[in-house]
């Protein structure tokens, strides 16, 4: 399977519930990041983290790394309909040039019902 | 001001074909990037330039070439369209190469081959 693996692959919530993505790897990664994406849209940055950080919070987001796991997540609290989108993660890990390969999860699609 | 900008938004053609989509961004960044979307959403990394050398060329078919006439620009020529390319590809940029730079988005092309 390939590098970037997240769960689940679609979450429906209702509004004012807190939504959990979860992103899994398979090589050590240098950093990982997290990304939006409205229906027919571009990709927004979320947040990122290094692999010597344990979580990183920015307003109502909070991403947690466990590098012996090999895996990330992202925690949206106190949802609304406007999250309703499609979350990804994207690593940066060795391989490739000497600056590394970037390889996205296959995408987390979290509907929030008003 | 947009800040990546791609054009066409939409670009159907027939198979066999040649096109072209022109990427652009104005945030003086120094890094571009091509990804391709499939219909299953998942994105991949094409190609990487940065100031205008080629850096990253993941494996993808020679009739795919990138062109970048400066930094701000990343242009995708593709030859021998084949229904397999019906995806819709983005644009991307970050300020620096380097392993902790955000990428920001251009807002997409869809190509649909016939």
């Known amino acids: 399977s390939q590098q970037g693996e997240e769960d689940p692959q679609a979450l429906s919530i209702q509004e004012g519930e807190n939504a959990t993505m979860n992103c899994s790897y398979k090589?050590?990664?240098?950093?990982l990041q997290w990304y939006r994406q409205n229906s027919g849209r571009g990709l927004v940055h979320l947040i990122l983290?290094?692999?010597?950080?344990r979580e990183k919070h920015s307003g109502r987001l909070r991403v947690t790394l466990d590098t012996s796991k090999k895996s990330s997540s992202l925690l949206i609290t106190a949802s609304r309909a406007a999250d309703t989108a499609s979350y990804f993660c994207?690593?940066?890990?060795?391989?490739?040039?000497?600056?590394?390969?970037?390889?996205f999860g296959q995408g987390t699609i979290l509907t929030v019902h008003p | 001001d947009t800040a990546v900008s791609q054009t066409p938004k939409y670009l159907v053609t027939q198979m066999g074909n040649d096109k072209s989509i022109k990427c652009e961004q104005n945030?003086?960044?120094?890094?571009m990037y091509w990804y391709k979307q499939d219909s299953k959403k998942f994105l991949k990394i094409m190609f990487s330039?940065?100031?205008?050398?080629?850096?990253i060329n993941e494996t993808v078919p020679n009739r795919f070439s990138p062109k970048s006439p400066d930094k701000a620009h990343l242009n995708l020529h593709i030859n021998s369209l084949e229904l397999g390319d019906s995806a819709v590809y983005f644009c991307?940029?970050?300020?620096?190469?380097?392993?902790?730079?955000?990428?920001?988005f251009g807002p997409g092309t869809r190509l649909t081959v016939l």
């Open positions: 991307a940029s970050s300020q620096k190469l380097g392993y902790y730079n955000e990428q920001f």
């Open positions: 090589t050590s990664i240098n950093n």
């Open positions: 983290i290094r692999s010597n950080e």
């Open positions: 994207l690593n940066r890990h060795a391989g490739g040039t000497s600056y590394g390969k970037l390889t």
């Open positions: 945030l003086g960044h120094d890094t």
């Open positions: 330039y940065n100031n205008k050398e080629l850096i």
